[in-house]
Every structure is written in C-alpha cells, then in structure tokens.
C-alpha cells in the first residue's frame, strides 16, 4: 500500500509542477480559464437536461427494437409512423400508470383501427401487425372485447411496438394527447 501511495505522490508531483512553479499571474489565468470552462459546462449540461432525455427500456420483453432512447423534449408534432415517449395510463400492472413508454405512433385522429378475429390489427384497411399473444390462455368470451372496429376520435392516438409480444394498444385502446411527452429517436 506504502508503494502505492509513493507512487501516486511522485504522478501528482509531475502534474502539479506547472502549477507549482506558475507565477501568480499565471496562476490567476489558469483559475479565471477553470472558471470560464466549468460555467460552460454547467451551461452545455443545463439546455442538454432541459431540451433532452435518454430512456432507457428495462423490460426482459422489449416492444421496440433498441433499449435507449433519445426523448427531444422540444419536438412535440405527431407525425404518424415515428416514435414517441408517454405517460402510461392505462396498462397498468403491466405497465404502472405514470411510467414512460416508447413506442410508435400508428393511427392519428379519424384513422379507423381494426382487430379481426384472425388477431391481424389493420389501420385504414391496412395490416400493420399479427398476433395477440397476450389473449392465450382466455377464453373465447373474455378475448372478443379486444375484437372490432373504431373510428379514433378527436384526441385518441394507437401506440405500438415493433415486437410480437408487444404490450400496445391493441390490449388497453388508444392514448390521449396530454400523455405524449414528445418524440424519441433510438439509440441502439
């Protein structure tokens, strides 16, 4: 241990000699160049954590296809087929109500959504997704609430993931507007 510390006396000996033999002028350059670079750096740091989020999916069962997540806090325009982080409301326990979520945003207002009973999920007669692998195990009865069709109202958005096992819309419905946080971009 006595080795170590000896060792670490003489490193710091070499970095500190420039500061060690400075002359107070220089000294006093060096605290005001500290000073000006750490307000920077506060700065650069205070408009990244006002403007931006990294999300980070810990699930074992991922709905998207990376596991962070760039949140551009200043982005707010629905633009259909991008990603998006929002307040869970309505998939708890799954999801607990107030968790961010990403995925993607499918259907906008005055879209028609469509889950058939071959579990195809169609948008404006298009299939976007197969399979409801969450409905095994109910029966008949229980899963035909999740079957039909809906014309999305004013303020109703269809989130989806990008997996099979995907926990989305096609299981709670649609979201609202106020629970969109703004759009996110995949990091890996």
């Known amino acids: 241990m006595a080795r170590f510390v000896d060792r670490l006396k003489a490193k710091w000996r070499v970095w500190a000699k420039p500061l060690l033999t400075a002359t107070p002028k220089e000294r006093f350059h060096w605290f005001v160049y500290t000073l000006a670079f750490g307000a920077l750096a506060v700065s650069a740091e205070v408009w990244v954590y006002d403007n931006y989020r990294i999300a980070w999916d810990r699930q074992t069962l991922r709905c998207l296809d990376a596991s962070f997540l760039l949140v551009d806090l200043k982005d707010k325009e629905l633009v259909k087929d ?43 007669g298009q299939k976007i997704a197969q399979g ?57």
Not at 84 to 113: C, F, H, M, W
Not at 159 to 187: C, N
Request: hydrophobic share 35%; proline share 4%; glycine share 8%.
């Open 82 to 124: 991008k990603i998006y982080a929002y307040e869970s409301r309505q998939a708890a326990p799954v999801i607990k109500n107030g968790e961010l979520v990403g995925k993607y945003l499918r259907g906008v207002p005055g879209d028609t959504v469509e889950i058939r009973h071959d579990n195809g999920v169609y948008i404006n």
């Open 132 to 188: 409801m692998p969450h409905l095994r195990g109910m029966t008949e009865e229980q899963a035909q609430k999740f079957y039909g069709k809906r014309v999305l109202k004013d303020n109703e958005y269809w989130m989806m993931g990008t997996k099979y096992l995907s926990f989305d819309s096609r299981y709670w419905g649609p979201i609202h507007k106020e629970q969109i946080v703004a759009r996110a971009y995949a990091l890996f």
